[in-house]
């Protein structure tokens, strides 16, 4: 930040001595615009001595996404935006019929098996059932009563999430492939 290129020095008014246009020595005052010496790098010096950064979260090796960094007084802010309990979207790829050591794409092959009995209905049978799970998670962990008006509004919207500390909790969940 030191580096980049700095606002132009404020300008001020100030009277100098000039010749005077017939000469014989005699001078007069001029105002003119010049730079103030307070706002000059070399009197100023670096304008960043001690910068706070805070990370508003931090991301995985292989994700993609915003990563938030506050700067300066913008640390304050990072703590309300945790507040606000936003939700994050994850796509997740998956191959049935191998397994490696890191449960990722690129580890090393651990096992091999066939998966001819899985099919797409079985498939998204068990997902419906972990969404249902996780909807009553949700709902216990929103600390809304589900018996007001504010509680079905914000059912309509999808805006109900957990206001506290709690497990992750799948709101929604598809195969697309």
Same mark, same amino acid.
């Given at each position: ?8 020095? &404020?300008?001020?008014? &100030?009277?100098?001595p000039t010749p ?9 005052? $001029?105002?003119? &615009? !010049?730079? $103030?010496?307070?706002?000059? *790098?070399?009197?100023?010096? *670096?304008?960043?001595?001690? +910068? ?13 996404? !915003? ?9 304050? +802010?990072?703590?309300d935006l945790y ?5 994050? $979207?994850?796509? $997740? %790829? %998956? ?11 690129? %580890? ?23 969404? %249902? ?20 509004? +914000? ?11 709690? *497990? ?10």
């Amino acid at each position: 930040l030191n580096a980049a290129p700095g606002r132009a020095p &404020r300008q001020q008014v &100030r009277f100098l001595p000039t010749p005077a246009p017939g000469g014989g020595g005699a001078v007069e005052l $001029v105002a003119a &615009r !010049v730079p $103030v010496l307070a706002d000059h *790098p070399l009197v100023r010096g *670096p304008r960043f001595r001690k +910068l706070k950064i805070g990370a508003g979260h931090r991301l995985d090796v292989k994700a993609s996404g !915003v990563f938030v960094l506050g700067i300066g007084h913008g640390n304050k +802010l990072l703590t309300d935006l945790y507040n606000c309990h936003l939700t994050r $979207v994850y796509t $997740v %790829g %998956g191959l049935f019929g191998k397994a490696t050591d890191d449960f990722s794409d690129t %580890g090393n092959l651990v096992e091999k098996t066939t998966f001819d009995h899985i099919t797409r209905e079985k498939l998204e049978r068990i997902l419906a059932v972990i969404q %249902g799970t996780n909807q009553k998670a949700l709902l216990m962990y929103s600390n809304i009563d589900m018996k007001t008006q504010e509680a079905y509004e +914000l059912a309509v919207k999808g805006l109900i999430r957990p206001m506290g500390k709690s *497990p992750p909790i799948i709101t929604a969940v598809r195969c697309l492939q």
